[in-house]
Nanobody, 124 residues
């Protein structure tokens, strides 16, 4: 079993920044990819960003390119999402996820474990 715990969400004004963290625990594993997804009220969960095990490969949704940066610290089993120039449409619950197969991809059905989510609210 893998436990994922997100933190760092909150309320911020448009144009502001937040940094989300997600710590993984529960088993020893390697070569896994990690990702962030988000879900706004009444909408499907959507892909935000993903990163490979060594951090060389990243993939972003078009809606966040140039504003969000995903990174990871494998010594801490933690993935981060730096969010800059936030917009009201970024408001959602943000989830982190693990793909034990290591692939960097936007398909939420390919991810094996999920966190409980952290709320991000951007006011206009």
């Amino acid at each position: 079993q893998v436990q994922l715990v997100e933190s760092g969400g909150g309320l911020v004004q448009a144009g502001g920044s937040l940094r989300l963290s997600c710590a993984a625990s529960g088993r020893a594993f390697s070569n896994y990819a990690m990702a962030w997804f988000r879900q706004a009220p009444g909408k499907e969960r959507e892909f935000v960003a993903a990163i490979s095990w060594v951090g060389i490969r990243t993939h972003y949704a078009d809606s966040v390119k140039g504003r969000f940066t995903i990174s990871r610290d494998n010594a801490k089993n933690t993935v981060y999402l730096q969010m800059n120039s936030l917009k009201p449409e970024d408001t959602a619950v943000y989830f982190c996820a693990v793909d034990l197969g290591g692939a960097v991809r936007p398909d939420k059905y390919e991810y094996d474990y999920w966190g409980q989510g952290t709320q991000v609210t951007v006011s206009s």
